[in-house]
T-cell receptor, first 116, second 113 residues
């Protein structure tokens, strides 16, 4: 079974600076998808970014980018120019490319605090 | 707004009772997923439906059941409720096609007294 590990329960960063959240995963599959979701205090689960394992190019979405290292099974999220609205729980998630196994497997989450 | 609608937002009930959580997926999405978020277990997958059929099952208790109706809305039924069932229950939906992201509703907060 696949597992996802986020080793940083909490992180903090000064507003306007850059922060990197770590995520590692374990799988024997070669084709899969990885996601970062954000959960602000409102409890919504908001998709931040998505990466396809067969694509070597790292995904980017505005101030959010990932560093995907397939061999190391590492998938970190970099947030540039941090804003107060970025404060939230961030969850890394794995999803198999197998059509019969489309569930998301989540890490434990990292709570990100933005200091003004 | 994700386009996924969950009702009710909050539910307070007592042990031993039964509740039904409702989810309307995004327009056009055939897949519906249910997840449970609790402090001790984190985010756990419960069950997936695709176009009315059960597609995958996770760590769903036998006291829990779900279904997806012809109009694609889904219901999660929780019975013989225990204190440990208190959690945030999310519904998510996705369109067909490999790797399509799941879009989450705002969740139903279930509190068992």
């Amino acid at each position: 079974a696949q597992t996802v590990t986020q080793s940083q329960p909490e992180m903090s960063v000064q507003e306007a600076e850059t922060v990197t959240l770590s995520c590692t995963y374990d799988t024997s599959e070669s084709d899969y998808y990885l996601f970062w979701y954000k959960q602000p205090p409102s409890r919504q689960m908001i998709l931040v970014i998505r990466q396809e394992a067969y694509k070597q190019q790292n995904a980017t979405e505005n101030r959010f980018s990932v560093n995907f290292q397939k061999a190391a099974k590492s998938f970190s999220l970099k947030i540039s120019d941090s804003q107060l609205g970025d404060a939230a729980m961030y969850f890394c998630a794995y999803r198999s490319a197998n059509q019969g196994a489309q569930k998301l497997v989540f890490g434990q989450g990292t709570r990100l605090t933005i200091n003004p | 707004d994700s386009g996924v609608t969950q009702t009710p937002k909050h539910l307070i009930t007592a042990t031993g009772q039964r509740v039904t959580l409702r989810c309307s997926p995004r327009s056009g999405d055939l897949s519906v997923y249910w997840y449970q978020q609790s402090l001790d277990q984190g985010l756990q997958f419960l069950i997936q439906y695709y176009n009315g059929e059960e597609r995958a099952k996770g760590n769903i208790l036998e006291r829990f059941s779900a279904q997806q109706f012809p109009d694609l809305h889904s219901e999660l039924n929780l019975s013989s409720l225990e204190l440990g069932d208190s959690a945030l229950y999310f519904c998510a939906s996705s369109s067909s096609g490999s790797g399509q992201p799941q879009h989450f509703g705002d969740g139903t907060r279930l509190s068992i007294l």
